[in-house]
C-alpha cells in the first residue's frame, strides 16, 4: 500500500502517530480497508493455502478467525505485537493501542497454556517411541 498510494500512506502514519491509534485502523480510516484485506487478495490470486490466507487476513482480528487456523494466526500477531512494541522492522505502526495488548496477554495465556502441556506431549512421545521399538 505504502508504494502505490504514497501520500495516502504518510496520512495513515501521521494519522496513527497522532491520534495514537493501531496503523490498521489508520488505514480503514483513510483508505476503507487495510493491509490485511489486500493481503488476503493477493494470497488467494497467488493460490496461497487457506492457512496462509487465514493468517494474513486476521492476524489483527483473531476472533474472526476459523478455529482451524487460530493458533497459527495468533503466533503471527503476538510476533506482530512484539515487532511493533519493541520496534523491530519498520511496520510503522508506533502505537499499538490497548486493544492490541489485551490480545496479547490472552495469547500469552494461550501460548502458556500450550506449554503447559508440552512435558506431557514429549513424555507421550517418548513412550510411543519406546513402544515402536519393542514391537
Known amino acids: 500500500m505504502v508504494h502505490c498510494f504514497e501520500k495516502q500512506y504518510a496520512q495513515c502514519l501521521q494519522q496513527a502517530k497522532m491520534d495514537s491509534i493501531d496503523l490498521y485502523k489508520a488505514e480503514?480510516?483513510?483508505?476503507?480497508?487495510?493491509?490485511?484485506?489486500c493481503g488476503a487478495i493477493i494470497a488467494e490470486k497467488w493460490q496461497l493455502s487457506d492457512a496462509m490466507i487465514s493468517v494474513i487476513k486476521y492476524h489483527h482480528a483473531l476472533e474472526k478467525a476459523d478455529k482451524d487456523h487460530r493458533l497459527l494466526i495468533s503466533s503471527v500477531a503476538i510476533a506482530d505485537l512484539y515487532a511493533n512494541i519493541f520496534e523491530i522492522g519498520s511496520a510503522g505502526n508506533l502505537?499499538?493501542?490497548?486493544?492490541?495488548?489485551?490480545?496479547?496477554?490472552?495469547?500469552?495465556?494461550?501460548?502458556?497454556?500450550?506449554l503447559q502441556q508440552y512435558d506431557a506431549v514429549q513424555a507421550s512421545i517418548e513412550k510411543a517411541v519406546v513402544f515402536l521399538h519393542v514391537s
Request: without cysteine; aromatic residues 16%; glycine residues 10%.
Open 95 to 114: 502505537s499499538p493501542g490497548s486493544e492490541q495488548y489485551k490480545n496479547m496477554l490472552e495469547l500469552t495465556d494461550l501460548w502458556l497454556g500450550l
Open 28 to 37: 480503514q480510516q483513510v483508505f476503507g480497508f487495510d493491509h490485511s484485506f
